[in-house]
């Protein structure tokens, strides 16, 4: 952004400069018809005799008198020579000082001027201190000031903006930027009237100094800019009016101001936004944003593949609103990002994004956008955005089965504020916004946060997704969806799951996006059922020897029970809300305490929210180490606590679901079980139940692999994944999903050998290899940044830019590419599921020696050819040589080192190729290295004697000349041999791997 300011004014400079060279011209032009029309009429009235005047001329003509009088004495006072000089600077001055009227005639020399005077004070600050002493002696700032507030030219208030810009920006000395932010000065210019900002130049300066400024705060420059007694701050004021600018290099700057702004760590400054600012701007950004949300519904409904520029660009105007508030989330201000994420939650996400996956009647949304698009904007909020409380009270909404009864925990704190009616702030720049109303001056008030799910709870679901003929529908009955989840949310997800393929891609993105952010409780996840293997695999390992340990502890009488209590808990009396709801707690383990108390008796949760046993797949973030690696680790530290003998107290962090801790423990001790327990015995198996559901829906993708691009395949089996793959650990899937799997990768390995015995079967060997070689994991990262793959129609013909992975294929050879991909997609899902290691593939190749062009070769005892080739523009006979070698063509050149002399002159009478007057030679020099595999031998039907070789996709081709048609046929057989050979070998590798 600084660079694209930077070079604008650069060349708003040059314009300025043309324009006052041309302004300088005319006002020279002007002066002499004036000077001639007084002349003339002087002539005239002196030869009638009438040397009598109108008032209004004598006034007219002493002005123009003194007028050129005054440029006259300026034309005698020559500029000093040397540029850089306080003589120089003190001409500047006068010249400020003479014309204290701005007007057309001169406002072209105060704007050079004022140019001059930065330059100068700039080269000053880095070489001599004197130039801005004589700028303080003379309170040339003052001169300024008083120039932006009595003149309403364009051109000198856009030249004293750009001077002071500059100035700020460019000035290192801290008492010269102390001078120049003090006596309110700039406070007056932010807030100066005269400005028309209709004038776009004229504002692109403005809020470029408003930047400038942003740039420089800090504890001790904010009191130059924030009045804590008037609660005055212009500078916060004035930008944050132009947040919705037409221009986005202006949105940014205005964006770039505030962030400035909040980072300054004043507790006055911060009250005052907090208490009177902050709100109505989260308001008018989240009421912007979600008419920005609609306009990108309507691009992705009239755009396609060739028109996609303007989708990408409301995309990524929008995602840099998203990151502008995730800016704002990451400054760690508590108060500040409870009211941006309430403001978030009640006015955009759950109205609009949550509320737009379902059609009801009573909920009339102006603005709806369409359920793919929703999904699409859901995916990127939860990927973008970190804040803990936002993001599960968001989930909960989608996931959980019982969302309204999660977002009234007591455990979790909800700041709610009234919603505030949509609006902009005032003035009011596009008078067409008109859908928006100013700011509420008094701040909002607090409500009941329960008024989000009162919105949203009579919401019937319809299947919205557009199901296309072309794309095979998932029979929900097949996947047992009889007793579907109660969120009514999640089952229209999963209905989507079952439409047309782009809507199955996005659901599949913002299911693994959920699963995937760091900052989304575990416990949600768990009651929600989609609580990933990986996690839950390390809860029920910590559990086992958290109560292993104990029951040794309490068969042990030589040694102290060690004495394990809760944080603020000291009553062994527990609610049920508080066993149903527990947070974190802190576990103390105190060796040789007098004091014995069960592991029963306290609440105990668990986290292992950054918790992986594959480090690759589940990467932890910088500086955590996991809080379960391995069964020795937690034994160690087990042991650690146990070998402590001097009342040391350590702590340790858990967090988990205490009823079913306890009910083991009681069921270990033969303790009648809770009702409660049973309770929880029952949600379990609900949670169960629905990721059973999923994981077999995403298993019938495999299914009907075929249909779905590769970039859908590969979202299916990452997410597979996710939810039930530990690396080193059989995976946690049913037999009948495990028949599934299986099924899937042997059609898709029939698909193969049919595609092997068809017309293009020659081919087949190529293809593989190709598409071999491009195969790539998918990475999600990139995939969200792809907003026409996710959100336009799928391509179903070849359009520049769009690879076969992100497409439908057309033709036979791209339908056997695409049933490659497929196989590739499924054997790395298969063996990674297995914990296999697939060593078939790559393909191998047999040993070959290493040679390369311009390399010596030995021809003795080396079965090879001899024949000639035509070069050149005059067809120049060359004599040639090949040779197979393993798996390569060597063709070759004479080596001149291997024999004295050598006689290429056709003998006379004879047929030119037929010459064969040449002694043998001993070694060669290698001029072309070419892949058996990929020749192609051709025989001249008018010429026995030639023979022409191409190889692809090298697009080398040539034709050789043999002395007769026997050593031509015995080179077609070595080199047909040879070919047929690596071939076969090859195939025969792709065949042991299909049979595998």
Same mark, same amino acid.
């Given at each position: 952004?600084?660079?694209?300011?930077?070079?604008?004014?650069?060349?708003?400079?040059?314009?300025?400069?043309?324009?006052?060279?041309?302004?300088?011209?005319?006002?020279?032009?002007?002066?002499?018809?004036?000077?001639?029309?007084?002349?003339?009429?002087?002539?005239?009235?002196?030869?009638?005799?009438?040397?009598?005047?109108?008032?209004?001329?004598?006034?007219?003509?002493?002005?123009?008198?003194?007028?050129?009088?005054?440029?006259?004495?300026?034309?005698?006072?020559?500029?000093?020579?040397?540029?850089?000089?306080?003589?120089?600077?003190?001409?500047?001055?006068?010249?400020?000082?003479?014309?204290?009227?701005?007007?057309?005639?001169?406002?072209?020399?105060?704007?050079?001027?004022?140019?001059?005077?930065?330059?100068?004070?700039?080269?000053?600050?880095?070489?001599?201190?004197?130039?801005?002493?004589?700028? #303080?002696?003379?309170?040339?700032?003052?001169?300024?000031?008083?120039?932006?507030?009595?003149?309403?030219?364009?051109?000198?208030?856009?030249?004293?903006?750009?001077?002071?810009?500059?100035?700020?920006?460019?000035?290192?000395?801290?008492?010269?930027?102390?001078?120049?932010?003090?006596?309110?000065?700039?406070?007056?210019?932010?807030?100066?009237?005269?400005?028309?900002?209709?004038?776009?130049?004229?504002?692109?300066?403005?809020?470029? =100094? $408003?930047?400038?400024?942003?740039?420089?705060?800090?504890?001790?420059?904010?009191?130059?800019?924030?009045?804590?007694?008037?609660?005055?701050?212009?500078?916060?004021?004035?930008?944050?009016?132009?947040?919705?600018?037409?221009?986005?290099?202006?949105?940014?700057?205005?964006?770039?101001?505030?962030?400035?702004?909040?980072?300054?760590?004043?507790?006055?400054?911060?009250?005052?936004?907090?208490?009177?600012?902050?709100?109505?701007?989260?308001?008018?950004?989240?009421?912007?944003?979600?008419?920005?949300?609609?306009?990108?519904?309507?691009?992705?409904?009239?755009?396609?593949?060739?028109?996609?520029?303007?989708?990408?660009?409301?995309?990524?105007?929008?995602?840099?609103?998203?990151?502008?508030?995730?800016?704002?989330?990451?400054?760690?201000?508590?108060?500040?990002?409870?009211?941006?994420?309430?403001?978030?939650?009640?006015?955009?996400?759950?109205?609009?994004?949550?509320?737009?996956?379902?059609?009801?009647?009573?909920?009339?949304?102006?603005?709806?956008?369409?359920?793919?698009?929703?999904?699409?904007?859901?995916?990127?909020?939860?990927?973008?955005?970190?804040?803990?409380?936002? =993001?599960?009270?968001?989930?909960?909404?989608?996931?959980?089965?019982?969302?309204?009864?999660?977002?009234?925990?007591?455990?979790?704190?909800?700041?709610?504020? /009234?919603?505030?009616?949509? /609006?902009?702030?005032?003035?009011?720049?596009?008078?067409?916004?008109?859908?928006?109303?100013?700011?509420?001056?008094?701040?909002?008030?607090?409500?009941?946060?329960?008024?989000?799910?009162?919105?949203?709870?009579?919401?019937?679901?319809?299947?919205?997704?557009?199901?296309?003929?072309?794309?095979?529908?998932?029979?929900?009955?097949?996947?047992?969806?009889?007793?579907?989840?109660?969120?009514?949310?999640?089952?229209?997800?999963?209905?989507?799951?079952?439409?047309?393929?782009?809507?199955?891609?996005?659901? =599949?993105?913002?299911?693994?996006?959920?699963?995937?952010?760091?900052?989304?409780?575990?416990?949600?996840?768990?009651?929600?059922?989609?609580?990933?293997?990986?996690?839950?695999?390390?809860?029920?390992?910590?559990?086992?020897?958290?109560?292993?340990?104990?029951?040794?502890?309490?068969?042990?009488?030589?040694?102290?029970?060690?004495?394990?209590?809760?944080?603020?808990?000291?009553?062994?009396?527990?609610?049920?809300?508080?066993?149903?709801?527990?947070?974190?707690?802190?576990?103390?383990?105190? /060796?040789?305490?007098?004091?014995?108390?069960?592991?029963?008796?306290?609440?105990?949760?668990?986290?292992?929210?950054?918790?992986?046993?594959?480090?690759?797949?589940?990467? #932890?973030?910088?500086?955590?180490?996991?809080?379960?690696?391995?069964?020795?680790?937690?034994?160690?530290?087990?042991?650690?606590?146990? /070998?402590?003998?001097?009342?040391?107290?350590?702590?340790?962090?858990?967090?988990?679901?205490?009823?079913?801790?306890?009910?083991?423990?009681?069921?270990?001790?033969?303790?009648?079980?809770?009702?409660?327990?049973?309770?929880?015995?029952?949600?379990?198996?609900?949670?169960?139940?629905?990721?059973?559901?999923?994981?077999?829906?995403?298993?019938?993708?495999?299914?009907?692999?075929?249909?779905?691009?590769?970039?859908?395949?590969?979202?299916?089996? &990452?997410?597979?994944?996710? &939810?039930?793959?530990?690396?080193?650990?059989?995976?946690?899937?049913?037999?009948?999903?495990?028949?599934?799997?299986?099924?899937?990768?042997?059609?898709?390995?029939?698909?193969?050998?049919?595609? $092997?015995?068809?017309?293009?079967?020659?081919?087949?060997?190529?293809?593989?290899?190709?598409?071999?070689?491009?195969?790539?994991?998918?990475?999600?990262?990139?995939?969200?940044?792809?907003?026409?793959?996710?959100?336009?129609?799928?391509?179903?013909?070849?359009?520049?830019?769009?690879?076969?992975?992100?497409?439908?294929?057309?033709?036979?050879?791209?339908?056997?590419?695409?049933?490659?991909?497929?196989?590739?997609?499924?054997?790395?899902?298969?063996?990674?599921?297995?914990?296999?290691?697939?060593?078939?593939?790559?393909?191998?190749?047999?040993?070959?020696?290493?040679?390369?062009?311009?390399?010596?070769?030995?021809?003795?005892?080396?079965?090879?050819?001899?024949?000639?080739?035509?070069?050149?523009?005059?067809?120049?006979?060359?004599?040639?040589?090949?040779?197979?070698?393993?798996?390569?063509?060597?063709?070759?050149?004479?080596?001149?080192?291997?024999?004295?002399?050598?006689?290429?002159?056709?003998?006379?009478?004879?047929?030119?190729?037929?010459?064969?007057?040449?002694?043998?030679?001993?070694?060669?020099?290698?001029?072309?290295?070419?892949?058996?595999?990929?020749?192609?031998?051709?025989?001249?039907?008018?010429?026995?004697?030639?023979?022409?070789?191409?190889?692809?996709?090298?697009?080398?081709?040539?034709?050789?000349?043999?002395?007769?048609?026997?050593?031509?046929?015995?080179?077609?057989?070595?080199?047909?041999?040879?070919?047929?050979?690596?071939?076969?070998?090859?195939?025969?590798?792709?065949?042991?791997?299909?049979?595998?």
């Amino acid at each position: 952004g600084n660079y694209k300011i930077e070079k604008e004014k650069k060349e708003s400079e040059k314009k300025n400069q043309k324009t006052r060279i041309f302004q300088k011209t005319q006002l020279e032009e002007k002066q002499q018809e004036r000077k001639h029309l007084y002349w003339t009429k002087k002539k005239e009235r002196k030869k009638f005799g009438g040397w009598w005047k109108k008032e209004e001329e004598i006034i007219s003509d002493f002005e123009l008198s003194a007028s050129m009088f005054r440029n006259l004495l300026d034309s005698f006072r020559s500029k000093p020579k040397d540029q850089f000089s306080i003589e120089n600077l003190n001409f500047l001055y006068l010249q400020l000082v003479r014309h204290p009227v701005i007007n057309e005639q001169n406002k072209g020399i105060i704007v050079e001027t004022l140019r001059q005077i930065a330059e100068l004070l700039i080269w000053g600050d880095q070489h001599e201190s004197d130039f801005f002493d004589f700028f #303080l002696e003379h309170n040339i700032m003052s001169f300024f000031m008083k120039i932006l507030n009595e003149s309403s030219n364009t051109d000198v208030q856009i030249q004293l903006i750009q001077t002071l810009s500059i100035l700020i920006e460019n000035i290192k000395n801290k008492s010269s930027i102390y001078y120049l932010l003090s006596n309110n000065h700039l406070n007056s210019m932010i807030s100066n009237r005269l400005y028309d900002f209709s004038d776009e130049e004229l504002l692109a300066y403005y809020i470029s =100094l $408003m930047k400038t400024l942003s740039l420089s705060l800090d504890k001790s420059t904010l009191q130059f800019f924030y009045n804590d007694k008037t609660n005055e701050f212009p500078l916060y004021t004035q930008s944050i009016k132009y947040f919705n600018h037409r221009e986005s290099m202006i949105r940014i700057a205005v964006r770039t101001i505030t962030l400035n702004i909040f980072k300054v760590d004043d507790t006055n400054m911060r009250t005052f936004l907090l208490q009177n600012m902050v709100a109505p701007y989260f308001n008018n950004i989240v009421w912007y944003v979600r008419d920005q949300c609609t306009h990108l519904d309507h691009s992705v409904i009239h755009s396609d593949h060739l028109n996609k520029a303007r989708l990408e660009d409301f995309v990524a105007e929008l995602l840099d609103f998203f990151y502008y508030l995730q800016d704002i989330f990451d400054l760690g201000i508590s108060q500040m990002s409870a009211i941006l994420s309430d403001h978030l939650l009640n006015q955009l996400l759950i109205p609009q994004f949550i509320g737009s996956l379902t059609i009801d009647s009573k909920q009339n949304l102006e603005d709806r956008i369409s359920p793919l698009s929703a999904v699409f904007l859901l995916t990127q909020a939860f990927y973008i955005f970190s804040d803990s409380s936002m =993001l599960n009270r968001l989930a909960a909404q989608l996931i959980h089965p019982s969302a309204s009864q999660y977002l009234t925990l007591p455990t979790r704190v909800n700041i709610s504020i /009234s919603p505030v009616k949509r /609006s902009y702030s005032t003035p009011n720049i596009y008078p067409q916004n008109t859908r928006f109303s100013p700011i509420p001056s008094s701040p909002p008030h607090s409500i009941n946060p329960s008024h989000i799910n009162d919105s949203l709870s009579n919401v019937s679901i319809t299947d919205a997704s557009n199901s296309s003929s072309n794309t095979p529908q998932i029979d929900p009955n097949h996947v047992g969806l009889s007793s579907p989840p109660q969120n009514k949310y999640y089952q229209a997800l999963m209905l989507f799951l079952g439409g047309d393929e782009r809507m199955a891609l996005n659901v =599949l993105c913002l299911l693994y996006a959920i699963l995937k952010s760091s900052n989304i409780d575990n416990i949600l996840l768990e009651y929600s059922g989609l609580f990933p293997y990986r996690l839950h695999k390390a809860k029920r390992l910590l559990e086992a020897l958290i109560f292993e340990q104990s029951d040794i502890r309490e068969n042990t009488t030589n040694k102290p029970i060690p004495t394990i209590s809760v944080e603020k808990t000291e009553s062994k009396d527990v609610s049920e809300s508080d066993l149903n709801h527990s947070s974190k707690a802190i576990l103390r383990v105190r /060796s040789g305490s007098k004091h014995h108390r069960s592991i029963s008796e306290s609440i105990v949760s668990m986290d292992f929210q950054n918790s992986s046993e594959n480090p690759e797949e589940n990467p #932890l973030p910088p500086g955590s180490t996991p809080l379960v690696s391995d069964n020795s680790d937690i034994i160690e530290k087990v042991d650690e606590e146990e /070998s402590t003998t001097n009342g040391e107290e350590k702590e340790i962090f858990i967090q988990s679901d205490t009823p079913e801790l306890l009910s083991r423990k009681d069921s270990k001790r033969g303790m009648p079980t809770h009702p409660i327990w049973e309770e929880k015995e029952e949600e379990k198996a609900k949670q169960e139940r629905t990721s059973v559901i999923l994981v077999e829906y995403l298993l019938n993708f495999l299914l009907l692999c075929g249909n779905y691009r590769l970039i859908t395949l590969q979202m299916v089996t &990452l997410l597979i994944k996710e &939810l039930v793959y530990i690396q080193d650990t059989p995976p946690n899937l049913k037999p009948n999903q495990l028949q599934t799997m299986e099924t899937a990768y042997k059609n898709s390995i029939e698909a193969l050998r049919t595609c $092997m015995n068809g017309h293009l079967g020659d081919i087949f060997l190529e293809l593989f290899e190709d598409q071999l070689k491009s195969y790539r994991q998918i990475n999600f990262n990139s995939l969200l940044m792809d907003s026409a793959s996710l959100l336009l129609p799928v391509a179903q013909s070849p359009i520049a830019g769009i690879g076969l992975s992100k497409r439908l294929p057309t033709g036979e050879a791209e339908k056997i590419q695409k049933n490659i991909q497929a196989f590739l997609v499924l054997r790395e899902f298969k063996y990674t599921m297995l914990n296999k290691k697939d060593d078939s593939l790559p393909l191998k190749e047999e040993p070959t020696p290493f040679i390369q062009v311009k390399d010596t070769v030995n021809l003795e005892s080396r079965e090879h050819f001899s024949c000639w080739t035509l070069l050149g523009p005059n067809k120049k006979r060359i004599r040639r040589y090949f040779m197979v070698e393993s798996t390569i063509l060597l063709v070759m050149e004479p080596d001149p080192r291997s024999f004295p002399s050598m006689d290429t002159s056709p003998t006379k009478g004879k047929n030119p190729l037929q010459n064969n007057r040449l002694s043998k030679v001993s070694s060669a020099i290698v001029t072309n290295v070419l892949p058996l595999q990929n020749i192609e031998i051709q025989g001249d039907p008018n010429d026995n004697t030639s023979l022409i070789i191409a190889c692809h996709p090298q697009t080398w081709s040539t034709s050789f000349f043999f002395d007769d048609s026997s050593v031509r046929d015995s080179a077609i057989e070595v080199l047909e041999k040879f070919k047929f050979k690596v071939r076969s070998t090859k195939m025969m590798q792709i065949n042991q791997i299909l049979d595998s």
